[in-house]
């Protein structure tokens, strides 16, 4: 039961399909000074899936999908859209230095053991 | 094991988020000539399940969209547009004659008892 609905704080990684829904219901909803309440009712959906979605927690299906963009009165694709701005999100590396470091682990590891001389 | 992809033949309805789905998912496929077994493998799903969601039958969740989406090679959201050209599905409507004749009846149910008068 939050005073005020406030809208999403940061853009979403463009490459992370919930991320971007997540982002969009909850712009889409907090423009039209929704609750999550207001939301799930309007939706036939309920207040803690809708809360679900909204964290990115949910694989949610096509026909909640429409449901949620029905309500919304959006089409169904705009909330799968990513904003403008929002990029890709960084991949996770292997630093450099450890690679570095790891290769000559490695190489150590690989290092062939001197064969016995046959007797 | 058809000998060659066939396109779909008719567009379809644009509030319908399934066949919109089904639709665009088998207009990409044929365009990249793969066979339904192809965007199986390559999409890391079951071909009867590609299949069902071709043929709309299947409530896909947003994980499975996004893997047929990466598998063809097109923003997930692309898939759930609708083509141009498409077109709502015609409502059924009630007849107007019927409803004339509904409208008739709940008036004629409404019509305002004569209040008693005060004694």
Redesign the interface.
């Known amino acids: 039961m939050s005073a005020k609905p406030s809208g999403p704080t940061r853009l979403p990684a463009s490459d992370n399909?919930?991320d971007v829904?997540a982002y969009q219901i909850r712009l889409l909803r907090v423009e039209k000074g929704w609750s999550q309440e207001r939301l799930a009712l309007e939706s036939g959906l309920d207040r803690t899936y809708v809360s679900a979605v909204e964290r990115s927690t949910w694989?949610?299906?096509?026909?909640n999908?429409?449901r949620l963009a029905n309500a919304l009165g959006v089409?169904?694709?705009?909330?799968?859209?990513?904003p403008a701005g929002a990029k890709p999100a960084p991949r996770a590396r292997t630093p450099r230095s450890s690679l570095t470091s790891a290769s000559k682990t490695l190489a150590r590891a690989k290092k062939p053991v001197s064969p016995k001389p046959s007797s």
Chains 1, 2 share one sequence.
């Open positions: 399909l919930r829904l694989n949610i299906a096509l026909a999908i429409e089409a169904a694709w705009t909330l799968l859209q990513p």
